[in-house]
């Protein structure tokens, strides 16, 4: 069992950064890749960036692509998003997501592709 605990998410204003922290309880955790998951209100939970376990290859979804940074820290056990000009359509839930995928290099696209998801946390971005 793995449980994903969130920190960091908060209410700042476009342009601003963040950075969002996500803590695994897990002795394997470079066994696991990882990614972060937003869904706004009456939306569809989406991907955000992911991260194979052993941090060489990363994906990032469109809307995000320049402005935020997924990485990892396998000795913390601890996934991070850095967000930077932030915009007000970023605003959603920010979930973080574990998925035993059995290779070094694999990435989760799919929010079917994880086993094990954080509780969240609220990002909101005002103009």
């Known amino acids: 069992q793995v449980q994903l605990v969130e920190s960091g998410g908060g209410m700042v204003q476009a342009g601003d950064s963040l950075r969002l922290s996500c803590a695994a309880s897990?002795?394997?955790?470079?066994?696991?890749?990882m990614g972060w998951f937003r869904q706004a209100p009456g939306k569809e939970r989406v991907l955000v960036g992911a991260?194979?376990?052993?941090?060489?290859?990363?994906y990032y979804a469109n809307s995000v692509r320049g402005r935020f940074t997924i990485s990892r820290d396998n000795a913390k056990n601890t996934v991070y998003l850095q967000m930077n000009s932030l915009k007000p359509e970023d605003t959603a839930v920010y979930y973080c997501?574990?998925?035993?995928?059995?290779?070094?290099?694999?990435?989760?696209?799919?929010?079917?592709?994880?086993?094990?998801w954080g509780q969240g946390t609220q990002v909101t971005v005002s103009s």
């Open positions: 997501a574990a998925a035993a995928l059995g290779q070094d290099y694999g990435l989760g696209l799919f929010p079917s592709a994880y086993d094990y």
């Open positions: 897990v002795r394997t955790f470079n066994r696991y890749a």
């Open positions: 991260i194979s376990r052993s941090g060489g290859r990363t």
